[in-house]
């Protein structure tokens, strides 16, 4: 976990600095016409690598020949893919009179075969636990692809510079990965590996695709009803929300379903496990959503200037979903290791219709509607999710609550510190940014401690004996 935080705070410090000179550098239009073919790759993506990753990592033994099959199958759905999005990017460009969506499909949608060609070796480093190397792949890719973005941005490339970005990341993480890697595709193709795996791999492709999918439905409807402009402040505040919040996320998801997975037959420390995990990730993320939705205004204008001021109350209302998401995403780890496919579907089928009547309530009221309906989804996939785990560990209600109650309230009064050191100081915006985020550490620190919370020793605990390591 602690290398897995690593890379993906690092990363997350790299990519916010490339995003905030590239908004200067670009229009709100700009950045609203890559909204689209992006949410399309997040989505295609998901039917790319059909759930196989996961399996292949939840396999007790995998050998050559699963390995094999899987890669052939992942390039073989990566070009289908590609050429049907091709041929359908005409219309969708013409659909959201959009023609950049054309101009960049034949470049941009090669995210598609990049990403499957190296899907097996991560998920045999995965299974290793080489959190290590995966990290400084990521992390060395992304400045690549940065740097790259920031020089083109700087040259007049537009939106070419976004293009390049994503493209140059992903041909670097793949090249590193097959360098890195002894494994290479050997032997026959077969379809009995694939039959195997597929009811897992399915369902939770299953899953994943229409979760990925409703994420993305704001960006699909706003484009169509509102200006470039204002999906380029929506999209923005949701990348810029997603940092910090994917960070979390996504180092939960990498780590914790391969390490429970590993532990799952052991009931006692199997829950104790989860609890942990859930206090140490909420003691982590909550803190930092408040944060940067106290400081939102001040931080926008101090970086980004006038043009993105209107994308400070979205990206204000948007982080508070972000204390949500990273909790949930611990109990449907539970969910991938403890129970079988069709439940985790039944269960989406259900977090999927709320979501769809809060998508149908808010979408054509007003774009902030549709923010505080965000929220709400995430708030209720938290619930949903761990209210689903609860016949498969110990692990109750009373107790989450529990856990989760002394970091809440301690975030809490950090946030309403922090919004009352901006009130208390008016004048220069770094000077207020400044003071906010130094009252919001030493105030969360502090307070952690006066009240002896337990994620605040248990946090003190790890990063202790990583030192010890070193």
């Known amino acids: 976990m602690a290398w897995s935080m690593a890379e993906k705070i690092g990363s997350m410090l790299l990519t916010l600095a490339v995003r905030l000179v590239i908004l200067r550098l670009l229009t709100r239009d700009i950045l609203g016409f890559m909204s689209i073919p992006s949410a399309v790759v997040t989505v295609l993506l998901v039917i790319v690598d059909g759930g196989f990753s996961q399996s292949l990592i939840r396999h007790r033994n995998p050998r050559e ?15 289908l893919l590609y050429v049907a999005v091709l041929a359908l990017s005409p219309l969708a460009a013409r659909w959201y009179d959009m023609p950049e969506i054309a101009r960049i499909a034949p470049v941009f949608f ?8 190296c899907s097996v070796q991560n998920s045999i480093f995965v299974r290793q636990f080489r959190f290590a190397l995966l990290s400084k792949v990521t992390f060395l890719s992304a400045l690549v692809g940065g740097v790259a973005a920031i020089v083109l941005a700087l040259t007049g490339w537009g939106i070419w510079a976004l293009v390049a970005e994503r493209l140059l990341a992903a041909v670097v993480r793949t090249l590193l990965l097959w360098w890195l890697s002894d494994w290479r595709p050997r032997g026959a193709f077969g379809w009995r590996p694939i039959r195997k795996m597929a009811p897992f791999s399915f369902s939770l492709m299953a899953t994943d695709l229409i979760s990925n999918f409703y994420n993305k439905i704001p960006q699909f409807f706003l484009g169509k009803l509102y200006d470039p402009a204002t999906l380029g402040s929506f999209d923005q505040a949701v990348k810029i929300k997603d940092m910090p919040a994917t960070t979390g996320m996504q180092a939960v998801q990498s780590v914790t379903f391969p390490a429970l997975a590993k532990i799952g037959d052991d009931a006692p420390k199997f ?143 950090m946030y309403a510190a922090v919004r009352l050191t901006a009130v208390a100081l008016p004048g220069n915006a770094l000077l207020r940014l400044t003071a906010e985020v130094l009252v919001g550490i030493l105030s969360y620190a502090g307070l952690s401690k006066l009240f002896r919370l337990e994620a605040f020793r248990e946090v003190v605990t790890i990063l202790k004996q990583q030192i010890a390591r070193k």
């Open 110 to 117: 090669l995210l598609l075969p990049l990403n499957a060609l």
């Open 65 to 79: 020949y699963d390995y094999k099959s899987v890669f052939l199958f992942n390039i073989a759905m990566a070009a």
């Open 271 to 413: 829950a104790e496990s989860y609890r942990q995990i859930v206090l140490v990730i909420a003691y982590v993320m909550f803190p930092i959503m408040l944060g940067l939705s106290a400081v939102a205004y001040d931080m926008f204008a101090v970086f980004l200037g006038v043009e993105w001021m209107p994308t400070v109350p979205y990206f204000e209302v948007l982080c508070l979903s972000g204390i949500f998401y990273p909790i949930g995403l611990v109990s449907y780890n539970v969910l991938k290791v403890k129970s079988k496919g069709p439940l985790i579907v039944r269960l989406e089928i259900l977090k999927k219709i709320l979501m769809t009547l809060i998508f149908a309530v808010t979408i054509p009221h007003s774009v902030m509607a549709v923010v505080w309906g965000l929220v709400l989804i995430a708030a209720c996939e938290m619930a949903v999710n761990f209210w689903a785990t609860r016949r498969f560990t110990t692990f109750t209600t009373r107790r989450f609550l529990k856990t989760l109650l002394p970091v809440t309230l301690v975030s809490l009064a």
